[in-house]
C-alpha cells in the first residue's frame, strides 16, 4: 500500500477543530454539528454517483484516520477523507479546494 | 424462493477464500462453522452489485447464519453461550 | 444526547463559539466542488438532507413502545418488519422510491428476552438502520467499536456500562449485507400502566442499539404522533 500524500489545506484545519482527546468509546459521544450530518448526505451523494462508494470510503476512513490524520477528532474523518480521495482521483486539486474554501470562509462571514 | 441449498439448521462452513473482488464476507469468518438459521430472500451478490449490475447481476439466496463466539475467536474472553450472526450468500457457504 | 450518558464528565473538543468553523467551511466547499464538477447535482443533496433531517431514533421508540402495548403488533413487527414501520409513518423506500444507496429495505426486529441480549453492529462499514433510527452516533461508525463488539463485545458492553449476567447469551449482528437490524429491548418492570407514549420516552436509541436497557427513571422527550419524513 502506498504511503498517503499530505495535503496542507486538509492539516490546516487541525488548529480550527482541536488535537482528538478521546480516550474511549463513550468520550466520543457528541451531538452531530450541522457540517457532520451535511458530510454524511455528501458521502451518500458522492456513492449514489459513483464517485466514492460507501464500503470503499470506510475503509478510507480506517485507514488514513489512523495514520495521516490521526491527530484529528473522530468526526471529522468523513470530511477530511472525502476531501483528500477526491483529489487524489482528480476530481479537483489542492489549489481548488484552497480557493473555494476561501471564496466560502468569505460568504460565511461576511453578514 | 428458487430451492436454497440449505435447510434452517444445517451446519455450514464459509469458504476460506481470498477475493480481489469486492465482498462482503468478513474475514473473521471465512473458514468457520456455524449453523443456518435463517432464510434471506434472494438478491444480488455483492461481488456483482458492486461493479453497477444491479439489472444483470447474479442473485443467490442469502443465509444467516449463527456462529460460537469460542469458533471465531480461539482466545474469546467471554461466556461459552455467546453468538454471532451474520448473512452470507449461498456461494460463500459449503456443507460442513 | 441521551440522557444515559448524564453523569459522564465528556471530552468533547466543540468549544460553542458563533464563529464559522473551517470544518462547516471544507464541508460546503468540497460539496460545491463536487456539483460543480457535476458528481450530483444540488438537488440530489438536498433531498437527502432533507429526508435526513427528518430522521432521528423516535420511530425505533414509537415501534418498540407499540409493539410492547399491542401483542398483535409486536408479532408483525418480528415478521414483516418494514410493513410494521408504516404504521408509525415511516417508509423505508424513501427519499429515493428505492430507499437510500446504504439503507436497502430488508428490516429485522431483533427481541431480547430473558436469556438473549442482542446489540447490533456494521465490521465492514457502518451500516445502520438510518429510518428508524436517524443518523448513527460517532462511536458507532468507529472501528474501536466495530473491531471490538465482534470479539469482545461484553467488554465493550461494559464500557457503556451494560454488566450482561452470564447465563444471558450475547449475540452480535453483523449487518454485513443488505438487512438492517434494530434491537427490540425488553420491557422493563415499574412501567404497568404506562401509555405508548410514555413508554416510547425509555426507549432510547442506545437501547435500539443494544448498548443499553431503558430505564423508567431515564426518559428522553418523543414527539406525539406519526413520524415525519
Same mark, same amino acid.
Given at each position: 500500500?502506498?504511503?498517503?500524500?499530505?495535503?496542507?489545506?486538509?492539516?490546516?484545519?487541525?488548529?480550527?477543530?482541536?488535537?482528538?482527546?478521546?480516550?474511549?468509546?463513550?468520550?466520543?459521544?457528541?451531538?452531530?454539528?450541522?457540517?457532520?450530518?451535511?458530510?454524511?448526505?455528501?458521502?451518500?451523494?458522492?456513492?449514489?454517483?459513483?464517485?466514492?462508494?460507501?464500503?470503499?470510503?470506510?475503509?478510507?476512513?480506517?485507514?488514513?484516520?489512523?495514520?495521516?490524520?490521526?491527530?484529528?477528532?473522530?468526526?471529522?474523518?468523513?470530511?477530511?477523507?472525502?476531501?483528500?480521495?477526491?483529489? %487524489?482521483?482528480?476530481?479537483?486539486?489542492?489549489?481548488?479546494?484552497?480557493?473555494?474554501?476561501?471564496?466560502?470562509?468569505?460568504?460565511?462571514?461576511?453578514? | 424462493?428458487?430451492?436454497?441449498?440449505?435447510?434452517?439448521?444445517?451446519?455450514?462452513?464459509?469458504?476460506?477464500?481470498?477475493?480481489?473482488?469486492?465482498?462482503?464476507?468478513?474475514?473473521?469468518?471465512?473458514?468457520?462453522?456455524?449453523?443456518?438459521?435463517?432464510?434471506?430472500?434472494?438478491?444480488?451478490?455483492?461481488?456483482?452489485?458492486?461493479?453497477?449490475?444491479?439489472?444483470?447481476?447474479?442473485?443467490?439466496?442469502?443465509?444467516?447464519?449463527?456462529?460460537?463466539?469460542?469458533?471465531?475467536?480461539?482466545?474469546?474472553?467471554?461466556?461459552?453461550? %455467546?453468538?454471532?450472526?451474520?448473512?452470507?450468500?449461498?456461494?460463500?457457504?459449503?456443507?460442513? | 444526547?441521551?440522557?444515559?450518558?448524564?453523569?459522564?464528565?465528556?471530552?468533547?473538543?466543540?468549544?460553542?463559539?458563533?464563529?464559522?468553523?473551517?470544518?462547516?467551511?471544507?464541508?460546503?466547499?468540497?460539496?460545491?466542488?463536487?456539483?460543480?464538477?457535476?458528481?450530483?447535482?444540488?438537488?440530489?443533496?438536498?433531498?437527502?438532507?432533507?429526508?435526513?433531517?427528518?430522521?432521528?431514533?423516535?420511530?425505533?421508540?414509537?415501534?418498540?413502545?407499540?409493539?410492547?402495548?399491542?401483542?398483535?403488533?409486536?408479532?408483525?413487527?418480528?415478521?414483516?418488519?418494514?410493513?410494521?414501520?408504516?404504521?408509525?409513518?415511516?417508509?423505508?423506500?424513501?427519499?429515493?422510491?428505492?430507499?437510500?444507496?446504504? %439503507?436497502?429495505?430488508?428490516?429485522?426486529?431483533?427481541?431480547?428476552?430473558?436469556?438473549?441480549?442482542? &446489540?447490533?453492529?456494521?465490521?465492514?462499514?457502518?451500516?445502520?438502520?438510518?429510518?428508524?433510527?436517524?443518523?448513527?452516533?460517532?462511536?458507532?461508525?468507529?472501528?474501536?467499536?466495530?473491531?471490538?463488539?465482534?470479539?469482545?463485545?461484553?467488554?465493550?458492553?461494559?464500557?457503556?456500562?451494560?454488566?450482561?449476567?452470564?447465563?444471558?447469551?450475547?449475540?452480535?449482528?453483523?449487518?454485513?449485507?443488505?438487512?438492517?437490524?434494530?434491537?427490540?429491548?425488553?420491557?422493563? %418492570?415499574?412501567?404497568?400502566?404506562?401509555?405508548?407514549?410514555?413508554?416510547?420516552?425509555?426507549?432510547?436509541?442506545?437501547?435500539?442499539?443494544?448498548?443499553?436497557?431503558?430505564?423508567?427513571?431515564?426518559? &428522553?422527550?418523543?414527539?406525539?404522533?406519526?413520524?415525519?419524513?
Amino acid at each position: 500500500m502506498t504511503e498517503a500524500r499530505r495535503y496542507g489545506v486538509l492539516h490546516e484545519t487541525l488548529d480550527d477543530i482541536g488535537e482528538r482527546t478521546d480516550v474511549s468509546l463513550r468520550c466520543i459521544e457528541h451531538e452531530p454539528e450541522v457540517w457532520e450530518s451535511r458530510m454524511q448526505v455528501t458521502c451518500e451523494c458522492l456513492s449514489e454517483g459513483g464517485a466514492l462508494d460507501n464500503l470503499e470510503r470506510r475503509h478510507l476512513e480506517d485507514r488514513l484516520g489512523e495514520t495521516v490524520y490521526a491527530r484529528f477528532p473522530v468526526q471529522t474523518r468523513s470530511a477530511l477523507t472525502v476531501a483528500h480521495t477526491l483529489m %487524489d482521483r482528480g476530481f479537483f486539486d489542492e489549489e481548488e479546494l484552497r480557493s473555494k474554501m476561501d471564496q466560502v470562509r468569505e460568504k460565511m462571514t461576511v453578514d | 424462493m428458487a430451492n436454497p441449498r440449505f435447510s434452517i439448521g444445517d451446519e455450514v462452513t464459509v469458504r476460506d477464500e481470498t477475493t480481489l473482488f469486492h465482498t462482503r464476507t468478513q474475514k473473521f469468518a471465512r473458514g468457520r462453522t456455524g449453523v443456518v438459521v435463517e432464510h434471506r430472500p434472494e438478491w444480488v451478490i455483492p461481488e456483482d452489485e458492486a461493479f453497477d449490475r444491479m439489472e444483470t447481476g447474479r442473485k443467490e439466496p442469502f443465509y444467516v447464519v449463527r456462529f460460537k463466539q469460542t469458533e471465531l475467536w480461539p482466545g474469546y474472553t467471554g461466556q461459552s453461550i %455467546d453468538t454471532l450472526e451474520s448473512e452470507f450468500s449461498e456461494r460463500w457457504l459449503v456443507p460442513a | 444526547m441521551t440522557s444515559m450518558h448524564d453523569g459522564h464528565d465528556g471530552h468533547n473538543t466543540f468549544p460553542v463559539s458563533s464563529k464559522v468553523s473551517e470544518f462547516e467551511i471544507l464541508e460546503l466547499a468540497v460539496r460545491e466542488l463536487a456539483i460543480e464538477k457535476g458528481i450530483f447535482s444540488a438537488e440530489d443533496h438536498r433531498r437527502f438532507a432533507e429526508w435526513a433531517d427528518g430522521v432521528g431514533p423516535h420511530g425505533g421508540s414509537k415501534l418498540v413502545a407499540k409493539a410492547w402495548s399491542d401483542p398483535a403488533f409486536k408479532e408483525k413487527l418480528l415478521t414483516k418488519g418494514t410493513e410494521a414501520c408504516k404504521e408509525v409513518g415511516i417508509d423505508w423506500l424513501q427519499p429515493t422510491g428505492t430507499g437510500t444507496p446504504s %439503507d436497502y429495505t430488508f428490516f429485522y426486529v431483533l427481541e431480547n428476552t430473558p436469556k438473549v441480549h442482542n &446489540v447490533i453492529v456494521c465490521t465492514l462499514c457502518s451500516c445502520y438502520p438510518r429510518p428508524v433510527l436517524g443518523m448513527s452516533p460517532d462511536w458507532y461508525r468507529t472501528p474501536a467499536y466495530r473491531r471490538r463488539m465482534v470479539n469482545r463485545p461484553r467488554e465493550v458492553l461494559a464500557e457503556f456500562g451494560l454488566h450482561l449476567p452470564d447465563d444471558v447469551e450475547v449475540r452480535v449482528h453483523d449487518s454485513n449485507q443488505k438487512s438492517r437490524f434494530m434491537v427490540m429491548p425488553m420491557r422493563p %418492570d415499574g412501567t404497568e400502566g404506562w401509555s405508548e407514549q410514555e413508554l416510547a420516552e425509555i426507549v432510547t436509541r442506545d437501547t435500539m442499539i443494544g448498548v443499553a436497557l431503558p430505564d423508567p427513571k431515564v426518559r &428522553v422527550p418523543v414527539p406525539a404522533g406519526e413520524v415525519h419524513q
